[in-house]
């Protein structure tokens, strides 16, 4: 015969244990038997097989749980928090030998190297490493105050407390806590990732002397603990499965950001602005984020420029406005453009090793990136001097003669010229030169152009060469400037060459004698008179009159048979007038009578006179 157990209700976890045969007993009647049979009964006749003892022995089970209480950030990165366990027995025994540990050293996902700090609150913690704030505490049994995650794991000694059986779902009676805060300052990617872990429970069985370890391993004796505050959320009174053993994850939420804003400090510029006067630019640094940024510099984009300072530290949310400056010399392409536009790049380091940074704009608003634009004025000027060289001109100046003008042209603004060029409407000048390609700021150029001019009467007889030059340039910004010519710089006048006005005429007298026909001076010889006169001076001469006075040696006065009589000018004036270098010619004649032949001669005296 075989004596079979039946089915057993009330408790899911029941293991089969060592049965003991009844009376008759059976095939392994004197050895324990495992399983759920008696097998090979021999009943003899009227009698009964009794006191067949099936064991079940109930399975020991342990769950715990993990929960992240607390979790606070601190502006220098660092990350505090508390965690909570619950460890509970789902056991229908109670269970001792209870051990939580908690490794917490490790690279990604676990929180790096442990760091013993002598206050760990508060004290400088490096990135990608923790420290313990406080260690563990709870009802499971022996805190260990050695605990550090790191080469000590244990959180609550083993063999110091027991938990009791938990036949009808008492938790309070079944379950303990343990807690501990720790304080992480996480690497550049755990920043942003997070951190994960988990706890591990083990126990022993009072009763049963089940364990986790050896050929008999019960699996429930040992969990990974689950994320949260119920080590069993299911409630099938098992926490070693799937679904059950989630880490318990620490997400920060950092953020590290840092804005510029950049002004210009233009008081210190000259009027008008010259090439290395200096622009002070400021800059405006703010933390944007929610950690502690150091190590803050900022290197300008624009050629040149030097930048003076740096900043330590800034708080989350702190602005500051002095510690960085930049110095800029204005050249002369800056005066040229009208503006200097430019951005700077401002670099923190967050506490995680990374760099962070900011183009320059009008906001803090990390896309804003608009340059800054510091208008310059510029102040376009020219004069030009015309001068007046005369060493060829005579004295008193005659036609033909030359006058050389010089052009002194300067750039007296702030920025370049081009296509510099000079106009000079003076009649009959011959203007010399191709205009200026460029002309630089304060300086001149008196070679590029030069003009002559030949005097002819009409100057001479005005008494003076009167007019003015003119000068025009092209602006940075196409504008045109012009300059009227002068003796000064500051000055538009004309320029006047004055010429002397010499007026001046020479008379000559000449005769010549026409015999009567006796072969000797006497008494009926016609005596003809040529009387020339010349305007020698450098003026036309006008009202020109010819007086002639005619006496005997006696000095008594005589008159002439004829004339003077005006014959001819040389340049074809009419009588009365002579242009410069002209001859007129008069003619007059007398017979020698008894009272010039007795008075022994004659005396005849020609004066012209004219005005210039």
């Known amino acids: 015969y075989t004596v079979t157990r ?64 607390a979790v606070s950030q601190a502006d220098d990165g660092s990350v505090t928090v508390t965690f909570a366990m619950v460890v509970e027995n789902f056991s229908l025994e109670a ?108 126990a022993e069985g009072v009763l049963s002397g089940q364990t986790s370890e050896g050929p008999d391993a019960n699996p429930q004796l040992t969990d990974d603990s689950d994320d949260g505050a119920n080590p069993d959320t299911n409630n099938n009174g098992q926490g070693n499965e799937a679904g059950e053993n989630d880490p318990t994850p620490v997400v920060p939420v950092f953020t590290s950001g840092i804005g510029l804003i950049k002004t210009a400090n233009v008081d210190g510029l000259s009027d008008p602005i010259q090439p290395l006067d200096e622009i002070i630019f400021n800059f405006t640094v703010t933390n944007t984020g929610t950690t502690t940024l150091t190590n803050i510099t900022i290197e300008e984009m624009l050629d040149g420029a030097i930048v003076s300072g740096t900043i330590d530290s800034l708080a989350p949310g702190e602005t500051d406005t002095d510690s960085i400056t930049a110095t800029y010399a ?11 536009i430019n951005t700077a790049t401002v670099t923190g380091t967050n506490p995680f090793g990374e760099e962070v940074d900011d183009v320059s704009g009008a906001t803090i608003t990390p896309d804003d990136e608009t ?13 030009i001097v015309k001068t007046a060289v005369t060493d060829d001109v005579q004295d008193p100046a005659q036609p033909g003669d030359v006058i050389r003008y010089v052009f002194t042209i300067t750039n007296t603004g702030n920025v370049t010229l081009t ?36 005097l002819d009467y009409d100057d001479i007889e005005a008494g003076e060469v009167v007019n003015r030059a003119s000068v025009s340039a092209t602006a940075p910004d196409d504008s045109t400037i012009e300059d009227e010519s ?35 001076d006497d008494i009926g010889d ?63 004649t007398f017979v020698l009578d008894v009272d010039v032949v007795n008075a022994g001669g004659l005396i005849n005296v020609a004066e012209a006179t004219g005005e210039g």
């Open 330 to 340: 204005i050249d002369l392409d800056d005066i040229n453009a009208g503006q200097v």
């Open 6 to 69: 039946g089915t057993v209700t009330g408790e899911d976890y029941l293991e089969d244990g060592i049965n003991t045969e009844g009376n008759i007993g059976g095939a392994d009647q004197g050895s324990d038997v495992v399983g759920n049979a008696v097998v090979g009964i021999v009943l003899p006749p009227a009698s009964d097989s009794v006191d067949n003892i099936f064991r079940l022995v109930p399975q020991a089970r342990v769950g715990i749980a993990k929960d992240a209480t």
């Open 95 to 202: 269970i001792d030998q209870v051990e939580v540990t908690d490794q917490l050293a490790g690279g990604d996902p676990l929180f790096g190297t442990f760091v013993s700090l002598t206050n760990p609150a508060t004290d400088p913690l490096a990135s990608g490493s923790y420290t313990v704030v406080n260690g563990p505490s709870g009802n499971c049994g022996t805190n260990n105050s050695g605990f550090n995650g790191s080469s000590d794991t244990v959180l609550v000694t083993p063999g110091t407390f027991s938990l009791a059986a938990n036949p009808t779902g008492n938790v309070a009676a079944a379950s303990c806590t343990v807690s501990f805060t720790l304080r992480v300052t996480p690497t550049a990617a755990q920043a942003v990732t997070g951190f994960e872990n988990q706890a591990v429970v083990t």
């Open 486 to 520: 002068g003796l000064l710089p500051t000055t538009d006048e004309d320029t006047v060459v004055p010429l002397s006005r010499v007026p001046a005429i020479e008379t000559t007298k000449t005769q010549e004698f026409t015999d009567n026909g006796d072969l000797r």
């Open 419 to 454: 296509n510099v060029t000079v106009t000079d409407d003076l009649d009959g000048l011959v203007l010399v030169g191709d205009p200026i390609a460029e002309l630089l700021p304060n300086t001149f150029n008196d070679t590029a152009y030069s003009a002559t001019y030949i």
């Open 371 to 383: 340059p800054l634009t510091t208008p310059l004025t510029r102040s376009p000027g020219i004069n």
């Open 526 to 588: 016609l005596v003809t008179y040529t009387i020339t006169v010349e305007n020698v001076g450098n003026v036309p001469l006008t009202d020109v009159t010819l007086e002639d006075t005619f006496t005997d040696l006696n000095g008594l006065p005589l008159e002439l048979d004829d004339g003077p009589d005006f014959i001819e000018a040389s340049e074809g004036s009419p009588e009365g007038e002579l242009i410069q270098g002209e001859i007129a010619t008069y003619e007059a």
